[in-house]
């Protein structure tokens, strides 16, 4: 029996993904582990392996697509002993090789995305949609979703009436109840408004914007997954995150003399420093030592219970050409060396610009740091991005007169504004954190003991 290659899904998040090349072409053997194709996520290119051997019978989806949903069948691949007239059977997957993307009979309906399937469950068979009588009441109160769905559904408090299903004919999927966890219920509000008899807010439409400027006075640029992406996991922070901020002003005139001697003594590799620590790498390393100090405040936000980390996973914002954000991690931050967080820094910055980073290198992290400085910015703050509880944003360090003992003297300063989720993450306890990071930035020494 043919088998369906499915989209796969790279990381827990991915619901979609672009076909960027096909490695492969019609008639090709393969065999498991073989590289037969390249996927575009929203935040890295990555290589997709066969996980059976055959022949590839027919490319369903050509290279070039985008936006190709999770465990839609992209290739059939034929078996030992197939030929090509076995393509007008319906393939299956099989569940022995593609566990995370098992399927039932063709008569049943898609998962829509990686979630159900990674539990090891193929969707229930498609339950019909509720037929509505002639006064336009619903003659069953069955409500078309996934039994997966029903039980996270009922455990979150929501009523599924009030969710819009993203899976095959409306079908209210795991991903959907996920979402209005995030939004907390906001999927139910539209619901609760009309039996207030309040209607809720209408966003202004893309054609009532375009209409507020000149036919020809703009260029549009549609947007890209990583983009959306962005967009999509922003305004779910601003909307289900409270934040507050703390705002502090170190002197690092310590810290960049500390700079100089610590790149002034790295060897020469090929006739260059093997190494050269920036100003942010010293931050990072201050924000990791700091929050193995305020353990509290290393911690995640979940609705069962608190997670407190061992180790300070430091996210680093990177800006990618062509606009966009990512953010690769450094792992164990209080562990290592500034040598070490500056060359594994240079070397996931420059993979993160090729979009080559794996997705265990930018997902998790338990904070994160945002350097706005190299662009003159002097302080600002930043958005949290969850699962972190908090982010610093650090600006520009300049020359500012402040005040020792009695006496005025001049020192380079600079601001740095820690945000906090207040869920996870009290005032009193944010506040100690960010003097914790001010002291070791004015004294980095101390983390080098």
């Known amino acids: 029996m043919p088998t369906n290659i499915l989209m796969p899904a790279l990381s827990p998040t991915m619901e979609k993904g672009n076909l960027a090349k096909w490695l492969v072409k019609e008639g090709d053997e393969v065999r ?27 490319i369903m989806v050509p290279e070039g697509t985008v936006d190709v949903a999770v465990n839609e069948p992209i290739a059939i691949l034929l078996g030992e002993g197939e030929d090509d007239s076995a393509l007008t059977e319906t393939a299956k997957p099989k569940a022995e090789a593609q566990p995370k993307a098992a399927k039932t009979e063709s008569t049943a309906p898609e998962p829509s995305g990686p979630s159900e399937a990674a539990h090891g469950k193929a969707p229930a068979t498609e339950e019909k949609p509720k037929q509505p009588t002639a006064n336009g009441h619903d003659t069953s109160e069955r409500v078309f979703a996934s039994p997966l769905a029903r039980r996270l559904a009922k455990e979150a408090g929501l ?106 003594a790295a060897p020469e590799k090929d006739g260059k420093p093997a190494w050269k620590v920036s100003v942010n790498d010293i931050v990072v390393k201050a924000l990791g030592v700091a929050l193995s100090r305020v353990p509290d405040a290393n911690v995640t936000w979940t609705e069962g219970a608190m997670l407190r980390h061992k180790h300070a996973d430091v996210g680093v914002a990177v800006a990618l050409p062509n606009n966009g954000l990512i953010t690769p991690i450094i792992r164990a931050v209080e562990t290592k060396s500034l040598s070490a967080i500056a060359k594994e820094m240079k070397d996931l910055t420059a993979r993160a610009r090729e979009r080559k980073l794996k997705p265990e290198e930018y997902q998790g992290g338990t904070t994160a740091v945002s350097n706005l400085g190299m662009y003159g910015v002097k302080d600002f703050t930043a958005v949290i991005n969850p699962p972190h509880s908090t982010i610093l944003a650090v600006g520009a360090g300049e020359k500012r007169p402040v005040v020792v003992g009695s006496k005025i003297r001049v020192a380079t300063v600079m601001s740095v504004t820690l945000s906090c989720d207040h869920r996870a993450v009290d005032g009193a306890l944010g506040a100690t954190l960010v003097a ?3 002291k070791l930035i004015e004294k980095p020494i101390a983390m080098l003991a």
């Open 436 to 438: 914790e990071i001010k």
């Open 32 to 58: 498991s582990g073989d590289v037969i194709a390249e996927i575009e996520t929203d935040k890295a290119t990555m290589e997709v392996e066969a996980v059976d051997e055959g022949r590839i019978g027919k």
């Open 159 to 264: 009523d599924l009436k009030a969710l819009s299903g993203s899976g095959p004919h409306g079908r209210i999927v795991k991903a959907d109840v996920e979402k209005a966890k995030a939004a907390g219920g906001a999927e139910k509000a539209p619901a609760q408004e009309a039996r207030a008899g309040v209607s809720a807010p209408t966003p202004v439409s893309d054609e009532a914007i375009r209409k507020l400027f000149p036919e020809g006075s703009y260029e549009e640029i549609p947007h890209d997954g990583m983009r959306k992406t962005i967009a999509r996991r922003m305004t779910e922070a601003r909307q289900t995150v409270p934040q507050f901020y703390v705002t502090v002003d170190c002197v690092i005139d310590d810290l960049l003399a500390l700079r100089e001697q610590v790149n002034a």
